[in-house]
């Protein structure tokens, strides 16, 4: 099992920026890749953005590249979502994830093959 624990989240003004951390604990060794995934309400879940565990190759959604970095730390077992420019329809609940598969690129999107969760911060972007 691996546990994660998201922090960071809160109410910005468009235009601000916020960091999200997950620390990941538990059998860490068996992660590929790491996700940060997000749900306004009345709309599906979307990827927002994937790392690779080891070789920390990354994918973007299109509405957030340029403007969100997804990084990790090994020695922390911990991977962060620095968002920058945030608009209001950045607005939703922010999660993190844990996939044992292998994948890549648009592949990494699905968010059913992900195998943990973290429990989600909340973001809210004001006008």
């Known amino acids: 099992q691996v546990q994660l624990v998201e922090s960071g989240g809160g109410l910005v003004q468009a235009g601000g920026s916020l960091r999200l951390s997950c620390a990941a604990s538990g059998r860490t060794f068996s992660v590929y890749a790491m996700g940060w995934f997000r749900q306004a309400p009345g709309k599906e879940r979307e990827l927002v953005a994937v790392i690779n565990w080891s070789g920390g190759s990354t994918f973007y959604a299109n509405s957030v590249k340029g403007r969100f970095t997804i990084s990790r730390d090994n020695a922390k077992n911990t991977v962060y979502l620095q968002m920058s420019s945030l608009k209001p329809e950045d607005t939703a609940v922010y999660s993190c994830?844990?996939?044992?598969?292998?994948?890549?690129?648009?592949?990494?999107?699905?968010?059913?093959?992900?195998?943990?969760w973290g429990q989600g911060t909340q973001v809210t972007v004001s006008s």
């Open positions: 994830a844990a996939r044992r598969a292998y994948c890549s690129g648009y592949g990494c999107s699905r968010h059913r093959e992900y195998d943990y």
